[in-house]
């Protein structure tokens, strides 16, 4: 045998370097908290800037007659497509930025993780609706107001229905990204699970004391609602478990307006 014929492994060429095993960099924890701080800011300059610019044309060109601005906050045909609007604006403007920040999935980014959905729906839905109900019999035991500024939302069958459908399939993804995909996590690493918890559900609970009239006995039952979300949130390790569980609480909730009130058909009643 010749051996001159088979040469070295030393002389042989160097392998293509498709062929070599490629090293990803390391996937770093997303997002920091000076990444929570640039989405909170993009929100509020996109939501403040497109709902302002809404209202000023709204309320020049008279579009929904001669009523102030004041008014038009509770216009259920202004309000509910002006944040579709300005939520999808946001949403598009911090996806395509973090995108390239992270260099991975917007959605990875947050920790969205729609398998672990896939995997607990059945016990999602339960603790969703259950929370739903539980808070709704809970707050009998409460002081609130007779009544609350989002009543104004429900005067008719068609503004029932609107807000009804944003509640139930908009506003908990926006909420849930924002607070639990963004504002929770960042603080974690800070502070651990307890206070970041506490800290997450404080602004949450403030972002819906206008529509209660900052009554505390509501108040503290959406404070309530924030610390089982971020449990869901902390121990599914995914946001849109969370956002499934918050869509479910809402959805509780105007299951019982639904019921209460005919079918939307006699709004009055819920003043009784």
Same mark, same amino acid.
């Given at each position: ?45 996109? $939501?403040? &800037? /497109?709902?302002?610019?809404?209202? #000023? ?6 579009? %929904?007659?001669?009523?102030? !601005? *004041? ?93 009804? $459908?944003? &509640? /139930?399939?908009?506003?908990?993804? #926006? ?6 995909? %963004?504002?929770?996590?960042? !603080? *974690? ?84």
């Amino acid at each position: 045998m010749n051996w001159n014929a088979y040469p070295a492994p030393e002389l042989l060429p160097p392998a293509p370097p498709e062929a070599l095993p490629h090293k990803h960099p390391p996937v770093r924890e997303t997002p920091t908290l000076l990444e929570t701080v640039a989405f909170f800011t993009i929100a509020a300059i996109l $939501l403040l &800037g /497109i709902q302002g610019f809404g209202a #000023a044309v709204v309320l020049h060109w008279h579009l %929904f007659g001669h009523i102030g !601005l *004041r008014k038009l906050v509770y216009e259920t045909r202004f309000t509910i497509p002006i944040m579709l609007v300005s939520y999808g604006a946001v949403l598009l403007a911090v996806a395509t930025l973090f995108r390239r920040v992270w260099m991975r999935p917007f959605l990875d980014g947050i920790h969205w993780n729609f398998d672990r959905v896939r995997q607990y729906w059945p016990w999602l839905l339960g603790i969703g609706i259950g929370l739903g109900f539980g808070v709704q019999l809970a707050s009998n035991f409460l002081p609130v107001p007779k009544e609350l500024p989002v009543d104004a939302f429900f005067r008719t069958a068609l503004d029932a229905w609107m807000v009804a $459908l944003f &509640g /139930i399939f908009i506003a908990p993804i #926006a909420e849930e990204i924002a607070f639990r995909g %963004f504002l929770y996590p960042s !603080l *974690r690493r800070w502070t651990g699970m307890g206070i970041a918890a506490v800290l997450t559900s404080i602004p949450f609970a403030l972002l819906h004391a206008q529509q209660v009239a900052h009554a505390w006995g509501p108040l503290a039952m959406v404070f309530l609602v924030s610390i089982i979300l971020v449990a869901v949130r902390e121990r599914t390790g995914s946001v849109a478990a969370s956002a499934l569980v918050h869509a479910c609480y809402n959805l509780s909730i105007f299951i019982v307006i639904f019921y209460g009130s005919g079918g939307f058909m006699h709004l009055e009643r819920l003043k009784d």
